[in-house]
């Protein structure tokens, strides 16, 4: 395997690399001050003025739509192609929705492009390219052990032309943004099915349908997340055109499987840009203080946890590149390993990162002064999101397992 980037990569990284320079990074403080100001009228879930203005730009830029590996829609790019572009986005918090990259947008787009028909291509994915709105995924619920989906208890049932939906789902990002038009809903159609990963199908819904009820936002550590946000929302006899399923009752998990994959390594990519800038932050603030008589960089704790983010923060990198050439070669699902393993490694390494960068900041690190507080607030989400840590472990012991099943 080969990670050396092509010229067009390069191209490319130097071209996202000068717009997150120029444009996204002097246009953070812009962004939280008008969420700033949204809040204190009284309703921090609208678009940023200067997000929209941002698209605009990434557009005119020809910086749009970078992901869509094998898909007419996108940029052409493979998923070890995308990778470093997606690591520069991740290096801010409003680095990805910009260039229409950003979650779940992208798996959302992804899963209509594998599975969705003409009819729905041209009604909910032509305008997410477009970005001219937004969608959510609804599939964890509250009343549930949800890392065992399996256990999902919303129903979706046929009645003629229609599909009756009731369900209470939580953690739906991007249900409280007014831009998100559309969700896709997984549920049960066959809850006696004796096959119990055949008992789930996914639906498109649509957020105006009557019966779609955003019951409240689900702040993180304290952080709302506006205007994109996480909701809690209930479901009450909610109907939908039968036209609405997507590839065929009882196919909710082979879906899942498709959309999860390239969700999860995008997350990953980020995630790698979010430590590298935080372990940036830590060498220069460790640079410019001085504590007991030397500077904060001259002491041996600094030295040695720079040394260590610096291997965690690389290894990491290969390994995500790894899992996206085999998902290039090889497909997601004979890559299900390389995912589950980036899944894994990529959020405890950002947490450990940003843990040692808030150290080297002392007590202003905990305030939104740096920046570092949120980001640790993501990432630390990040070990829950697409699947905890535990099951991403079971799967990895699986498949390492069923090698010696195979020969015994």
Request: glycine share 8%; net charge neutral.
């Given at each position: ?40 009228a009284g309703n921090p879930w609208q678009p940023a003025p200067v997000i929209e203005a941002l698209k605009d730009k990434a557009r005119a830029a020809g910086l749009w739509n970078l992901f869509l590996p094998e898909s007419q829609y996108g940029a052409g790019l493979t ?330």
């Amino acid at each position: 395997m080969d990670f050396e980037y092509s010229d067009k990569v390069r191209g490319l990284q130097k071209r996202v690399g000068a717009f997150m320079d120029e444009f996204i990074f002097p246009a953070e403080k812009q962004f939280e001050a008008e969420m700033d100001a949204a809040r204190k009228a009284g309703n921090p879930w609208q678009p940023a003025p200067v997000i929209e203005a941002l698209k605009d730009k990434a557009r005119a830029a020809g910086l749009w739509n970078l992901f869509l590996p094998e898909s007419q829609y996108g940029a052409g790019l493979t998923n070890l192609e995308y990778a470093p572009l997606c690591e520069l986005m991740g290096r801010s918090p409003i680095g990805a929705e910009p260039f229409n990259c950003s979650a779940p947008d992208t798996g959302n787009m992804e899963t209509l492009v594998r599975y969705g028909t003409p009819a729905q291509h041209e009604q909910w994915l032509k305008p997410l390219l477009d970005g001219t709105i937004r969608s959510a995924f609804a599939m964890t619920e509250p009343a549930v052990a949800s890392s065992d989906a399996t256990n999902i208890q919303a129903r979706i049932e046929r009645d003629g032309d229609h599909y009756v939906i009731n369900g209470r789902k939580w953690w739906t990002s991007g249900a409280n943004d007014p831009r998100c038009k559309i969700l896709i809903f997984m549920g049960k159609t066959d809850p006696d099915h004796p096959n119990r990963h055949q008992q789930q199908s996914m639906i498109l819904v649509p957020m105006d349908t009557p019966g779609v009820k955003v019951l409240r936002h689900l702040p993180v550590f304290g952080y709302d997340d506006a205007p994109h946000g996480h909701a809690e929302v209930l479901f009450e006899n909610v109907r939908v055109p039968a036209s609405n399923m997507l590839l065929g009752e009882g196919r909710g998990f082979e879906i899942a499987q498709g959309r999860l994959g390239p969700g999860r390594i995008h997350h990953c990519m980020r995630l790698i840009g979010v430590a590298e800038r935080a372990l940036e932050a830590m060498c220069r603030r460790a640079l410019s203080r001085v504590a007991f008589g030397r500077k904060v960089a001259d002491q041996g704790v600094t030295r040695e946890r720079i040394a260590e983010a610096r291997i965690m923060i690389d290894q990491a990198r290969f390994l995500v590149l790894n899992a996206a050439y085999k998902m290039d070669t090889v497909g997601n699902k004979d890559a299900r390993q390389e995912i589950a393993m980036i899944k894994v490694i990529a959020p405890n390494m950002a947490c450990q990162v940003l843990d040692w960068a808030m150290q080297a900041h002392g007590g202003g690190a905990v305030s939104d002064d740096f920046g570092l507080a949120r980001a640790y607030a993501h990432a630390r989400t990040l070990r829950f999101a697409d699947g905890p840590d535990e099951v991403h472990r079971n799967a990895i012991a699986k498949v390492e397992l069923g090698r010696y099943l195979e020969h015994a």
